[in-house]
């Protein structure tokens, strides 16, 4: 048992100027600007339909 496996760390060219990870840029997939739904109007349509739905709803997200 002489033999040792020793693996050779490979390390990726890095664009200094380019975008970051947390930058907009084309390095690939990201979150579509979507506005947020307003969450009393939400509130307030379940409210109409189940009113004990949207009371444990309030009680789960603390709202």
């Known amino acids: 048992?002489?033999?040792v496996l020793q693996f050779e760390r490979r390390?990726?060219?890095v664009d200094p100027g380019g975008p970051?990870?947390?930058d907009d840029g084309?390095?690939?997939?990201?979150?579509?600007?979507?506005?947020r739904p307003?969450?009393?109007d939400?509130?307030?349509r379940m409210r109409?339909?189940?009113?004990?739905q949207a009371r444990r709803y309030r009680q789960r997200t603390g709202e």
Do not use: H, I, S
């Open 1 to 3: 048992m002489d033999k």
């Open 38 to 40: 307003d969450t009393r």
């Open 48 to 52: 109409r339909v189940d009113p004990n």
């Open 42 to 44: 939400l509130l307030r």
């Open 11 to 13: 390390t990726k060219p």
């Open 20 to 22: 970051g990870p947390g």
């Open 26 to 35: 084309d390095g690939g997939p990201a979150r579509p600007k979507v506005e």
